[in-house]
């Protein structure tokens, strides 16, 4: 029979080795998945894992959902690995599209020279339009940060669970971006749909790849996964956040301020949520709707746990997702089959990864039916010797 061995010491090489076990795992019960529903598992798996790769236009749609998974991730790292649950990452996301796209409407209602939703008295455009869409990534910034504000400040003051906190205001969120697009900043010419007015093309990021529909965002994502690497490696506030996650109790000893860590984390972690919010408005999708985010903050959990919570492993970690999400999408049209399938194999890959992650402190032994009797003899008779 299999037995379960303590480990001297945690494995470092397996604790790497486990996200690979579990993605195996993965592709195993996604096979017998299609088998059970009827399906090819060749040509399942290859929807999802080879149909992403095929031709340009597909890998740039890999990145461009990859884009938003990976800055979400990166902030919600930063929380991790302070020892601050941050579930909210969903909501931030909502807030950071709510905020960038608020200005990006009213620099396209000024630019139009309308008095339909917002007043205007100069019909001149206002400032340089080159900082348009960078001036609506900050505002996304802002707004992110904004909304982890309100767990920090509550968590600060009122030592409130960030879980349920954070998770609560993610369907505030969403409830306010219901409000904004069926009421206030629903198109007047919009044939009565729950949407805004298309953004000015001003407002839009720069297409990164012609014929596609990847943006420069991308670009700042890369930029901010290697900040990010920067940040916890080579600087001293990301020293004091990782110490206190890992040590709290050195580092009060050392004098760090679990107050600062506290703020510094979730402010950051609703930045990088936001900005991703903000990118999806100004990019793919140029407009407020109510279905905005096809999951991207709650998948960002998993990726960060995939990805052990390292900027380069988040990275793959979110292609993978990415391509989930995809395969999800070709699964629907080519095999008939529904949309959910996206969201069980992301719980399965959480979940087989919690299950591999006890490799990482204990070791599986093949223990013998004589073998096993003969140590519980053993400590039978050990026992009646004390």
């Not at 060749?42 to 890998?59: K, S, T």
């Not at 505002?139 to 904004?146: Q, T, V």
Request: glycine content about 10%.
């Amino acid at each position: 029979m299999l037995r379960l061995e303590p480990r001297p010491q945690p494995s470092q090489w397996m604790s790497w080795v486990s996200p690979l076990l579990a993605l195996a795992f993965t592709v195993l019960l996604a096979s017998l998945l299609f088998i059970a529903l009827g399906k090819d598992p060749l040509a399942g798996l290859a929807v999802f894992f080879v149909e992403p790769l095929r031709g340009l236009r597909p890998v740039s749609e890999l990145l461009l959902k990859a884009t938003p998974l990976m800055l979400c991730a990166l902030g919600l790292a930063a929380c991790y690995r302070a020892n601050i649950w941050n579930i909210g990452a969903e909501g931030q996301f909502l807030l950071g599209a709510i905020t960038g796209g608020g200005v990006a409407l009213w620099l396209t209602m000024h630019n139009l020279g309308s008095q339909t939703l917002m007043p205007f008295q100069s019909p001149e455009p206002l400032g340089p339009r080159g900082l348009y869409a960078p001036v609506v990534l900050l505002a996304g910034a802002l707004g992110g940060a904004l909304w982890a504000a309100i767990v920090a400040w509550l968590r600060d003051k009122f030592n409130a669970n960030e879980i349920l906190v954070s998770l609560m205001l993610v369907y505030v969120a969403q409830q306010l971006l219901n409000y904004l697009v069926f009421g206030p900043w629903k198109d007047p010419q919009g044939y009565n749909f729950p949407q805004t007015k298309t953004f000015d093309i001003s407002t839009w990021l720069p297409v990164l790849l012609p014929s596609t529909r990847l943006h420069w965002g991308f670009i700042v994502a890369v930029v901010a996964v290697l900040a990010f690497w920067l940040f916890l490696s080579k600087s001293w506030r990301g020293y004091q956040l990782q110490v206190g996650g890992l040590a709290p109790a050195a580092a009060r000893y050392a004098g760090f301020s679990s107050r600062s860590t506290l703020w510094t984390a979730l402010l950051l972690s609703g930045a990088m949520a936001g900005l991703a919010g903000a990118m999806e408005v100004a990019g793919p999708v140029r407009q407020l709707t109510p279905h905005l985010s096809t999951g991207y903050g709650f998948a960002a959990i998993i990726g960060c746990f995939v990805g052990r919570l390292h900027p380069v492993g988040i990275v793959f970690s979110s292609l993978l997702l990415s391509m989930l999400l995809i395969g999800g999408e070709l699964s629907q049209s080519r095999l008939g089959l529904p949309n959910a399938l996206t969201s069980v194999f992301q719980g399965a890959l959480l979940f087989l990864l919690l299950a591999c992650d006890t490799l990482i402190n204990y070791r599986v032994r093949w223990a013998g039916r004589r073998g096993g009797q003969k140590k519980e003899a053993n400590d039978e008779s050990r026992g009646a010797q004390a």
